[in-house]
Every structure is written in structure tokens, then in C-alpha cells.
């Protein structure tokens, strides 16, 4: 059967580190530069020709300069006769701009999707998209996994006395109901609303915590505002621990403060995006074999969804 090549971009080099070693195959060689006005230069260390290639590169912060940099590897390799080329990017950027929010605004997921496909990219490989119908963006294969599995191991090891999920608003009901279900628990949800104009929102909570563990489930943790504020209305219903769980660990701004600050007893996120700071409360679980056997699974044309069942 034809080889296959791992290449890293520079976005998230431990992540590639750790898929080569879990795979037992050497990372392949790309050396990655800018010129002095910031432009990226991209050149493949070693022979492709024929070979399945896949590139790990999560397109997070500075995500302009990591997506540039995902196009212009791409671009490369296609110019040095890969077979097909696989782009492993375990946090999409761009995701929550799925629709026409407001008048005269771009869609701008469809819009990386176009350039992405144009680029060259045979196939993508993300996970926890923001909403599942960017699929729909691609007319080349798209494998969006669900971080929910080793969230749910985790969840399983802590033994909780009488645990209850819950989503931080009503647009991740379905997000969070389906992780309930795997482990076969009832669902909250956090209601959020403004009762008149200019004035601070109303959290209302739909369902009773009053003494249970609350799991708090999301696609991502940007802010952390809307966690932190749906922790402290939990805590205020009675819910006797509130444990937040987000795939990818944006956490811009004043996210780190705020969850040093909050009440909430434990962050779980994952490793598709590397932490800018550490803190005691965020706990970083690891998504590098599931992502490492997928890519074994799609070479050898074995199912992936069989992963998730």
C-alpha cells in the first residue's frame, strides 16, 4: 500500500510532535520561515511524490497567519506531486461566522472553506466544528469528530454522586443533549435573556441542580463570560460543584482572569489548541490518539465513524 507523510505546521508543534511518536512514524520535514515583511515561505524538506500527506495545523490564534501558512504548505506539496493532502485541523477557525447575522456581513466559514478546497486540500479532518452544517461549506470529504469521547471517559472517572449536564445557552442544546445521552444522564439548560433594553441580562435555569454536580458542555471557551456567569447562577440554585467542559480553549481576553475569579471548580478543555498560560483550575486532556487513529483509519480506508459508536 502507498506511504504516508506527517507534516507540522507551526500553529501547534507539540500536537504534531505527539501524533508522530503515537503513530511510531517520523515527522516529515518542512522548513517554515518569513521574510522580513512577514510574508511565509514554505519549503518541503523530502520527497513526496505518490505519498498520502496530512498536515497538522489548527487554524487558532494569529489565525490569519496560521491559515496562510496551512495554504501555502498545501500549495507546496501539491507542486511536488503529493498524492492527496489531508489537512488535520483540530480547531477551525473562522467557524462562528457560519451565517448572515446582520445585514451586509460575510459568511466567512464559507469563505475559508472555498479557499481551502481551491487551495488544493483533499480532505479535512477537524473536530467539535461550531455548527456541524459548515460541513455542508466543503464538496470534499470533511470528518468533524466529537471531543464528547474523552470528555465522557474523564467525566466517568470522577464518579459523581448525582450528576446532571447542562448547556450554557439554548444554542448548544443539541450539543449537550447528545453528550447526556452518552452517559445517561438528564439535561439543564442556562436561559439567557434581557428583560428591557439597556439593561444586564437574566440567566433563568431550566430544570433543578439543587445538590447535584453540574457538567457544564460547550463547543469552545473564548471569553469564559457566559461559563463563569452560568456558574455562579448553578451555585445560586444550589448545585453543589459546577465543572465546565470545552473542546478548544480559545480563551482570549480576560478568559484566564475570569476563571481564576469564578466559581466554577474545574475547566476541562482539550489540547487542539496549545494554552497560553496554565492555571490550577484547567485541566488540558488530550485528543492525540483520536486524532492519530483517524489518520491511520482514512490511510488504510478503514471507518471512522465506527470510532464514535
Known sequence: MRSYKIFCGSAHPEFGSEISKYLD????????????????????????RGKDVFIIQPTCAPTNDNLM????????????????????VPYFGYARQDRKA??????????????????????????????????????????NLY????????????HFSDPIVASPDIGGVARARYFANKLGLDLVI???????????????????VNGKDVILIDDMIDTAGTMCKA???????????????????????????????????????????????????????????????VIRRIHYNESVDSLFI
Open 231 to 293: 456558574a455562579d447562577v448553578l451555585k445560586q440554585r444550589g448545585a453543589k460543584s459546577v465543572i465546565a467542559l470545552g473542546t478548544h480553549p480559545v480563551l482570549s481576553g480576560p478568559a484566564f482572569e475570569r476563571i481564576e475569579k469564578s466559581v466554577l471548580d474545574e475547566v476541562v478543555v482539550t489540547n487542539s489548541i496549545p494554552l497560553a498560560h496554565k492555571s490550577a483550575k484547567i485541566k488540558v486532556l488530550s485528543v492525540v490518539p483520536l486524532f492519530a487513529e
Open 25 to 48: 512514524i517520523l515527522l516529515s520535514s518542512a522548513s517554515i520561515t518569513r521574510f522580513s515583511d512577514g510574508e511565509i515561505n514554505v519549503q518541503i524538506g523530502e520527497s513526496v
Open 102 to 143: 446582520a445585514p451586509r456581513v460575510p459568511i466567512s466559514a464559507k469563505l475559508v472553506a472555498n479557499i481551502i478546497q481551491n487551495a488544493g486540500i483533499d480532505r479535512l479532518i477537524t473536530m467539535d466544528l461550531h455548527a456541524g452544517q459548515i460541513q455542508g461549506f466543503f464538496d470534499i470529504p470533511v470528518d
Open 69 to 88: 501558512e496551512l495554504l501555502i504548505m498545501t500549495d507546496a506539496l501539491k507542486r511536488s506531486a503529493a498524492n492527496t493532502i489531508n489537512a488535520v
Open 190 to 208: 442556562v436561559d439567557k435573556k434581557r428583560e428591557k433594553a439597556n439593561q444586564s441580562e437574566v440567566m433563568n435555569i431550566i430544570g433543578d
Open 147 to 158: 471531543g464528547s469521547v474523552v470528555f465522557r471517559d474523564y467525566i466517568k472517572s470522577k
